[in-house]
C-alpha cells in the first residue's frame, strides 16, 4: 500500500514538473514585442504559407471574424483572477524551478511527461484518420521509450519524427463542431467549450485504466498545460519570454490573449482538417462544390476576409 | 562619389548581409530579405550595446529602422478597419503617431539585453499578389528557436513590413484589430488614441 502511495506520489511531481516546465520561462533572453511560444518550429510553420495576408483594409470586415465569446463578461473576471493567481503563486513558483533545476533536466522531465502523453496523442490522430500523424506517433514513442530511455531524451525529433498534434478537442473539431465559445478556466487559463470537453472526456477516459496511471497523470498535465491546447500558447508565454512585456505591449491584455491563443488553436485545427481521412472521404462523396476543395483552405486569420479557394482539383 | 568608395561600401554592404543572416540559395539578394536583415543588424546592435545606450537611446536609435522597415501607417489603419474613412485627419495622424510610438518604445524595452540570440533568414516565399513573406528564426544559446515570418509589401521603391506572423501563424495584424476593434467600439477613436499613448508611457517610463 505504502509503495502504491509512494509510486503515485512520485507520478504526481512528475506530472506537475511537467506543467510547471511548461510555465518556466527560459533565462529572461531578449525578445521581439508580443513574442510568445513555442519551442517547436514545427509543422505549423509550414501554416503561414496559407495564411491570409491582409489585401486591402476596404475589403476587410466591419466586425472582425473573431472569436465568439458571448461570455465575456465573466470570462475577463476570471482572467483578472488567474492573472493575479498566476503573478502571486504559479510565476515565483515556476522562476525558482527555472533557476535551481539545470536545464538538460528540465529538457527531460518535459521529454518525459510528453511521451507518457503520446498513447492519447496516437488515439486522437486514428479517431481522426490522420494515420501518417498516427505512425509518426507510434514511431515517436517507441524511440523515445527505448533509445531516449523510458521518454528522458527525445531522440526521436532529431530522426525527423516530430510531435504531432492529436487531442478530443481537435477531434471533435474534426468531426464537425467547428465554432465554439471562448472560455477562460480558473487557473487553467484560455479554452474553449468544445476543448473542455475534449480534455475532461481524455481525463475521464484515463479513469479505468489505473494501471496506466502515469498516463493518466500524463493526461492530467496536459490538460493543465493544454487545457485545450489554447492554454499551452498561454503557459508557454512565460517560456520564451515576459508575460508583462507582452502585456506592457498590449491596449487591451484580454483581447491580445484571446486573439493569440484562438490564432494558434485554429491553426492547430486547420491542420488537423487539412491532413484528416474524413474530410478525404467527403470529398469523394461530394462532386463539384469548390468548398470540398482537397486542398487546405487558407487559414482565415481572425478579422481577415478569407479569399476565394484555389482551384478545385475537381473541374 | 569615387568609384573606390562606391566598392567598398558595396562590398561592406553584403559582407553585413552576409553576417548577419545565413542566406540559403542566394536569399541575401532578395530585397524583402535585406530589408529584414538589415533590420536585425540593428536589433542585434542596440542589444549589445541596450545597457549602455538605456532606454531612451535605444528608443532614439529604433525609432528610424522602425519606421522604415515597418509600414505602421498601413498596420494602423487595417488594425482600425473599414471605419478609418469615417476617422478626421487629425484623428487618424494621432492613432498613426501613437500607435509608431508605442511600437517603437514596446522594441526599445524589450532589446535591452544580449545573450547570444543569433538572427537567421531561413527563406522566403513570393506570394500570388505580389506579397513576399519572409520566414527567419531566433536561435536562443540552449538551441531552442522560435520562428518569426515577415509579411512584406512593396511600398513605393521599398519592401515594407505589413504582419508579424510567430510560430507563422499568429498574426500581429489580427491581434491588434481584435483589440482596436473592441476599444472602439466601446469608447471611439478618442479612446485608442488614449490608450495607446498610455502605453506608450508606461513602456518609456519603465526600468532602463
Known amino acids: 500500500m505504502r509503495k502504491t502511495t509512494l509510486s503515485v506520489l512520485r507520478v504526481t511531481a512528475i506530472g506537475l514538473a511537467g506543467a510547471l516546465e511548461g510555465c518556466a520561462s527560459s533565462d529572461g533572453s531578449v525578445q521581439p514585442p508580443q513574442l510568445l511560444a513555442s519551442q517547436t518550429v514545427a509543422t505549423l510553420e509550414n501554416a503561414s504559407a496559407a495564411v491570409q495576408a491582409p489585401t486591402d483594409f476596404m475589403s476587410l470586415s466591419d466586425e472582425p471574424k473573431g472569436t465568439r465569446d458571448p461570455f465575456e463578461t465573466g470570462n475577463r473576471s476570471v482572467f483578472e483572477f488567474n492573472q493575479r493567481f498566476y503573478r502571486t503563486t504559479i510565476y515565483p513558483v515556476a522562476k525558482a524551478y527555472r533557476e535551481t533545476v539545470p536545464e538538460p533536466v528540465r529538457d527531460s522531465i518535459e521529454s518525459f511527461a510528453s511521451n507518457l502523453g503520446e498513447p492519447l496523442v496516437f488515439a486522437n490522430d486514428v479517431l481522426q484518420l490522420r494515420f501518417d500523424a498516427a505512425a509518426t506517433t507510434v514511431g515517436r514513442f517507441v524511440m523515445n521509450s527505448t533509445v531516449g530511455i523510458g521518454g528522458l531524451f527525445d531522440v526521436a525529433s532529431k530522426q525527423n519524427l516530430l510531435r504531432q498534434s492529436g487531442d478530443f478537442g481537435q477531434t471533435l473539431h474534426v468531426w464537425g463542431v467547428r465554432d465554439s465559445n471562448y472560455l477562460v478556466v480558473p487557473i487553467i487559463g484560455p479554452t474553449n467549450t468544445r476543448d473542455l470537453i475534449g480534455t475532461t472526456v481524455e481525463f475521464g477516459a484515463m479513469i479505468p485504466f489505473g494501471w496506466m496511471l502515469p498516463t493518466h497523470f500524463a493526461a492530467g498535465a496536459r490538460g493543465l498545460s493544454v487545457a485545450g491546447p489554447t492554454a499551452s500558447t498561454f503557459s508557454k508565454l512565460d517560456k520564451v519570454g515576459d508575460m508583462e512585456t507582452l502585456e506592457d505591449s498590449s491596449i487591451d491584455f484580454y483581447i491580445m490573449v484571446q486573439s493569440v491563443v484562438t490564432q494558434k488553436r485554429e491553426a492547430e485545427l486547420k491542420e488537423a482538417l487539412a491532413t484528416s481521412g474524413w474530410t478525404a472521404l467527403s470529398n469523394v462523396k461530394t462532386t463539384e462544390s469548390a468548398s470540398s476543395s482537397p486542398f487546405p483552405k487558407p487559414v482565415p486569420v481572425a478579422g481577415m476576409k478569407p479569399r476565394p479557394t484555389p482551384e478545385s482539383s475537381m473541374q | ?208
Request: with cysteine; glycine share 8%; charged share 20%.
Open chain 2, 1 to 208: 562619389m569615387s568609384r573606390t568608395l562606391i566598392t567598398t561600401c558595396l562590398i561592406a554592404a553584403v559582407g553585413l548581409a552576409l553576417f548577419v543572416s545565413a542566406p540559403t540559395r542566394g536569399e541575401s539578394a532578395d530585397p524583402a530579405a535585406s530589408r529584414i536583415s538589415g533590420l536585425y543588424e540593428i536589433l542585434l546592435n542596440t542589444m549589445q550595446r541596450g545597457r549602455q545606450l538605456g532606454l531612451k537611446g535605444r528608443y532614439e536609435k529604433l525609432a528610424p529602422v522602425l519606421s522604415k522597415t515597418y509600414d505602421l501607417a498601413s498596420m494602423a489603419r487595417m488594425a482600425v478597419g473599414p471605419s478609418w474613412n469615417g476617422l478626421s485627419a487629425q484623428q487618424q495622424l494621432e492613432i498613426v503617431n501613437a500607435f509608431t510610438r508605442m511600437t517603437v518604445a514596446t522594441y526599445a524595452s524589450r532589446y535591452d539585453d544580449f545573450s547570444g540570440e543569433r538572427f537567421e533568414i531561413s527563406q522566403t516565399v513570393d506570394q500570388p499578389n505580389g506579397d513576399k513573406i519572409v520566414k527567419t528564426r531566433i536561435i536562443q544559446t540552449n538551441g531552442k528557436t522560435v520562428a518569426l515570418n515577415y509579411l512584406m509589401r512593396r511600398s513605393g521603391a521599398e519592401w515594407k513590413i505589413m504582419d508579424v506572423y510567430l510560430d507563422g501563424v499568429i498574426s500581429e495584424l489580427a491581434s491588434r484589430r481584435s483589440e482596436f476593434g473592441a476599444i472602439l467600439k466601446s469608447g471611439g477613436a478618442d479612446a485608442l488614441v488614449n490608450l495607446l499613448m498610455r502605453q506608450g508611457d508606461k513602456l518609456l517610463a519603465g526600468r532602463s
